[in-house]
């Protein structure tokens, strides 16, 4: 994460890394893993991390968000179990 006073300009290192992805010519992706605090749920990633991992990934209902905490205990949960209600609806590829 690069923090920012104005929380809003903060830039998160879920999107840094989807950014860079996709810089390098990758533009989808099926699988996510984050690591942070002491529960998985604190990875867990901010609303504007989970719209741009929908506009980027291969399908919301099969793409996977692993979260996990630093002792290693972990999550695993689909994007469209994390953000069932998008700003645009993602259409699946089959």
Known sequence: NIENVSYGL??????TAIYKMV???CTKFTAIAIAAGQNPT???PCGACRQVMGEFCHDVN?????MSSATGEYITE???GIYPYPFI???SEE
């Open 62 to 66: 099969k793409t996977l968000v692993i």
């Open 23 to 25: 810089s390098q010519g």
């Open 78 to 80: 689909t994007l469209a």
């Open 10 to 15: 903060t830039m998160c290192a879920e999107r």
């Open 42 to 44: 604190d990875s867990a």
């Open 89 to 91: 609806n993602f259409k």
